[in-house]
Nanobody, 122 residues
Framework: QVQLVESGGGLVQAGGSLRLSCAAS??????MAWFCQAPGKEREFVVA????????RYTDSVKGRFTISRDNAKNSVYLQMNSLKPEDTAVYYC?????????????????WGQGTQVTVSS
């Protein structure tokens, strides 16, 4: 069993930045991802990173603004969010998948964090 704990959410003005962190328990290596869920909407894929950190996959709406990274020595994944927009407002979830591919579906991921709220004011 893997436990994921997110941190770093908060309230920021449009154009600002936030850095989310996800700490994972255990020593196994997984594909890691961030998803977001806005009120009244389904949970959506944001970005994934390969086990070694070499490969990434972003949803189009965040390309050039968000950057995912990981530090396997610290069992941690990060999401640097720049040029934030009000439409980025959502709860952001960290997720881990046993499969080696950069998958994008919620059902592809085996473990989830509790989420951290990101609110971007206009």
């Amino acid at each position: 069993q893997v436990q994921l704990v997110e941190s770093g959410g908060g309230l920021v003005q449009a154009g600002g930045s936030l850095r989310l962190s996800c700490a994972a328990s255990g020593r196994d290596n997984y594909v890691m991802a961030w998803f977001c869920q806005a009120p009244g909407k389904e949970r959506e894929f944001v970005v994934a990173i390969s086990r070694g950190g070499r490969y990434t996959r972003y949803t189009d709406s965040v390309k050039g603004r968000f950057t995912i990274s990981r530090d396997n020595a610290k069992n941690s994944v990060y999401l640097q969010m720049n040029s934030l927009k009000p439409e980025d407002t959502a709860v952001y979830y960290c997720a881990a998948a046993r499969v080696p591919n950069l998958v994008t579906g919620t059902s592809d991921y085996d473990y989830w964090g509790q989420g951290t709220q990101v609110t971007v004011s206009s």
